[in-house]
């Protein structure tokens, strides 16, 4: 590479609980640079979450569905000697937050409640229930690696 490796940005945690990794999540679900509307559905969702599981801490049923989505193996396409082969490899654990994060909000954006808040606090609880499509997707990942597991002494 020509270029020196980027250097990471230091992320103040959110106002509300403190927690960079709310900071990464609100940063992923803003558009446009609206983050203070962002931080608004975050929280709302936050508070729906806590209206229908009261026996449950929101922030804490936010954590657990982001690890219930988040994957462990993934499988990238690598060409050995013209044929293309699926390859299952481990991914880094910054990298696995990321893609946590990006289904979750991704399949909320795709939900049909009314406001992106409901969305998102739908995928939430889905995500805490191991169902939902964010989760649904970790598992077709997982599947996808342990099908192609035959492979993995491809890997570089």
Do not use: C
């Not at 960079?20 to 929280?43: P, Q």
């Not at 508070?47 to 462990?72: R, Y």
């Amino acid at each position: 590479m020509r270029k020196s490796r980027a250097k990471k940005r230091v992320l103040l945690p959110d106002p509300k609980f403190q927690d960079k990794l709310v900071t990464r999540f609100v940063n992923n679900l803003m558009l446009d640079g609206k983050k203070s509307t962002a931080f608004e559905i975050f929280y709302g969702a936050l508070e729906i979450v806590n209206e229908k599981m009261e026996e449950e801490d929101s922030l804490e049923v936010w954590k657990k569905s982001l690890s219930n989505v988040t994957p462990g193996v993934e499988v990238r396409s690598r060409r050995i000697g013209g044929a293309t082969f699926q390859i299952p490899q481990p991914i880094r654990d910054d990298r696995k937050i990321s893609m946590g994060m990006k289904w979750m909000i991704l399949f909320a954006r795709k939900r049909n409640e009314k406001t992106m808040a409901e969305k998102l606090a739908a995928e939430i609880m889905a995500g805490f229930k191991e169902e939902g499509a964010a989760f649904k997707k970790k598992e077709d990942t997982h599947r996808m690696a342990d099908a192609n597991k035959a492979f993995s002494h491809f890997r570089f």
